[in-house]
C-alpha cells in the first residue's frame, strides 16, 4: 500500500512541476517515478525504517494561521525599532525550557521562534534552547512559553 | 470596479507592503550595531517580505499551475529560511560571539560544546 501511495505522490509532484502533458515528458516521469520507487524498496530492505509524523495535521494547520499573525505582530515592533531615530535596542541572551518529545515538535518550536522576527534560536542544549532577542521585554518568556505549550498541544499524545 | 481589477490592486498592495519590507530589512541592517542585531532585521526580509510578495505573486497568477508551484517555494523557504538564521547564529556562538548585552541584563552563559581536556587545539 505505502509503495502505491509514494507511486501517486511521486507522480503527481511531477506533473504538478513540469506542467507540459506531452506523451515525452508524462513517460519520463513514470519511468523516474518508477526508478524511485524501485531505488526505495530495495534501501527498504536493508533498515527498514520509516519516518513517522508526530504531528496532529489539523492542529498544525490552525497553529500555522496563529503563527502568521504571531509574524505579522513581531515584525510591526522590529519595523518601528528600526524606523525610531533613536533606535531602541535591548540584546538580550536567555533561554527557555521546551517540552515537546519528539524531534519534529522541537524543530518546529525553534523554527518558529526564529520565525518571528526580534528572536533567534542560537543553541540547543538538553532540554532548553538559547534565544537571543533584539528588543527584550519582560513579556517575552512568557510569550514563548504560551508559543510552546501550542506546538505541544500540536503533537500526538501517543509517542513515547 | 470589475473583479478583474479588483485582484490587480490587492494584489499591488501586497507586493508594494512586501517590497516596503524588504527595504525595511536592508535599512535595518545597514542601521544595526552588530551582528546580532542585524540578524533580526536580516529576518524581517526573510518572513514578512516574502510572504507578502509571494501572496501577491498568488494573486497575480490566479488559479494555474505557478501558484502551486509558489506555495511549493514559500513552504520550502519557510522551513529552510529560519534553519539557515539559526546556523548562522549558532556558528557566531560556536565561535566565541557574544551579543552586547543590554544594561542591567547579564546573558545566559551556554554550556561548553567540547570539554576543555577533549581536543586542545580548538580551546586554544
Known sequence: MRIFGAIIV???????????????????????????????????SIDEDRVEIEIKPVGFLLYQ??????????NW??????????????????SIPYTQKSDLGQVIFANSITLTPGTVSVETEPGQFLIHAVA???????ALADMDRRVTACEKADIS | MSLDTL?????WALMLSGSFFVIIGAIGTLRFPDFWSRLHAVSITDSAGVILLFAGMCMQAGFTL???KLIIIGVFLFVTGPT???AIANAALV??????EAKGFTGVEPEPLTKPTADPAVSE
Do not use: C
Open chain 1, 77 to 94: 515592533v522590529v519595523t518601528k525599532i528600526i524606523l525610531a531615530p533613536s533606535m531602541p535596542i535591548k540584546q538580550h541572551l536567555f
Open chain 1, 65 to 74: 494561521g496563529w503563527l502568521l499573525v504571531e509574524i505579522a505582530k513581531a
Open chain 1, 10 to 44: 511521486f507522480l503527481g509532484l511531477w506533473l504538478l512541476l513540469s506542467g507540459i502533458y506531452k506523451p515525452l515528458t508524462v513517460g519520463l516521469g513514470v519511468v523516474s517515478t518508477l526508478a524511485v520507487v524501485f531505488i526505495l524498496t530495495r534501501m527498504n
Open chain 1, 136 to 142: 527584550y521585554s519582560n513579556d517575552d518568556k512568557a
Open chain 2, 95 to 100: 565561535s566565541g560571539l557574544r551579543p552586547k
Open chain 2, 66 to 68: 505557478i501558484t502551486v
Open chain 2, 84 to 86: 539557515a538564521t539559526h
Open chain 2, 7 to 11: 485582484v490587480d490592486v490587492i494584489s
